[in-house]
């Protein structure tokens, strides 16, 4: 090859084609091998003039700076292509980041209706069992009248049939009732702690789902500056491929 003119590897050239990688040509150095027959002689050939060897040479120049040109041309378009991936890449990156928001933002006031909801039933709960606590104690205050009326009955007959023994009887009445009375006392007086422990049992339960909400709130925000900054590293890492990739090519 180093012996061979620039016209001669002109014309060896046979067929030009571009390809995504530059421009590939065909060139056929020698033609094919054919049966060597004797040389018949001949009378030599006239050799070519300085004309033809400038015409020749311009040829080739003009063919170069066009082959140049589809090169050049050819790179420009990659390089559009290029720059087109990227800002559609970007688009679709916004786009995954708007969505996930969106979804995160839906999510987060589901849970706070779920809970909400279910703390107002929790409530409603608890005061129906006061409320229940709260007839149970005054039955139990009208039988306990009941009964002593009663027995206030009981003992004026008895008083009428046994004057006697009125003083004993009244005695005993009496010790019954005090018995009585503070049976009723200690009864009001579970009532009122079961009644305390229910609304400390509400207010414990209250605190709770509203340290839960906190966390889980404060967990959902993390995740989310967590999903921006990965969503950042990756749009500048593929930036920095973008901006060494023409330089490769």
Same mark, same amino acid.
Request: charged share 40%; proline share 2%; aromatic share 0%.
């Given at each position: 090859?180093?012996?061979?003119?620039?016209?001669?590897?002109?014309?060896?050239?046979?067929?030009?084609?571009?390809?995504?990688?530059?421009?590939?040509?065909? @060139?056929?150095?020698?033609?094919?091998?054919q049966? *060597?027959?004797?040389?018949?002689?001949?009378?030599?050939?006239?050799?070519?003039?300085?004309?033809?060897?400038?015409?020749?040479?311009?040829?080739?120049?003009?063919?170069?700076?066009?082959?140049?040109?589809?090169?050049?041309?050819?790179?420009?378009?990659?390089?559009?292509?290029?720059?087109?991936?990227?800002?559609?890449?970007?688009?679709?990156?916004?786009?995954?980041?708007?969505?996930?928001?969106? %979804?995160? /933002?839906?999510?987060?006031e589901a849970?706070?209706?779920?809970?909400?909801a279910?703390?107002?039933?929790?409530?409603?709960? *608890?005061?129906?069992?006061?409320?229940?606590?709260?007839?149970?104690?005054?039955?139990?205050?009208?039988?306990?009248?009941?009964?002593? @009326?009663?027995?206030e009955?009981? *003992?004026?007959?008895?008083?009428?049939?046994?004057?006697?023994?009125?003083?004993? %009887?009244?005695?005993?009445? @009496?010790?019954?009732?005090?018995?009585?009375?503070?049976?009723?006392? /200690?009864?009001?007086?579970?009532?009122?702690?079961?009644?305390?422990?229910?609304?400390?049992?509400?207010?414990?339960?209250l605190?709770?789902?509203?340290?839960?909400?906190?966390?889980?709130?404060?967990?959902?925000?993390?995740?989310?500056?967590?999903?921006?900054?990965?969503? %950042?590293?990756?749009?500048?890492?593929?930036?920095?491929?973008?901006?060494?990739?023409?330089?490769?090519?």
């Amino acid at each position: 090859l180093n012996k061979l003119t620039a016209s001669e590897v002109e014309a060896a050239v046979k067929e030009v084609q571009k390809t995504p990688g530059g421009v590939k040509m065909d @060139i056929v150095l020698s033609p094919a091998v054919q049966k *060597i027959t004797p040389r018949s002689q001949s009378l030599p050939t006239t050799p070519q003039t300085q004309q033809e060897i400038e015409e020749r040479l311009s040829a080739a120049a003009t063919r170069k700076d066009c082959l140049e040109k589809l090169r050049m041309k050819s790179i420009a378009n990659q390089l559009a292509k290029i720059e087109d991936v990227k800002s559609k890449r970007d688009e679709l990156n916004a786009e995954v980041s708007a969505k996930s928001k969106e %979804q995160l /933002d839906t999510k987060l006031e589901a849970q706070e209706r779920n809970r909400s909801a279910h703390l107002e039933q929790q409530k409603n709960k *608890i005061a129906d069992k006061l409320a229940k606590v709260e007839k149970q104690h005054k039955d139990l205050e009208i039988q306990v009248e009941a009964a002593r @009326i009663a027995k206030e009955c009981d *003992i004026a007959a008895k008083l009428n049939k046994a004057q006697d023994k009125r003083d004993h %009887q009244i005695e005993e009445k @009496i010790l019954k009732l005090k018995e009585r009375e503070q049976y009723m006392k /200690d009864v009001r007086d579970n009532q009122e702690k079961d009644k305390t422990k229910l609304e400390a049992e509400l207010n414990l339960k209250l605190e709770k789902a509203a340290k839960e909400r906190e966390r889980q709130e404060a967990e959902m925000k993390m995740k989310l500056e967590e999903h921006s900054k990965h969503v %950042q590293l990756v749009r500048q890492n593929k930036e920095k491929l973008d901006t060494t990739a023409p330089e490769s090519a």
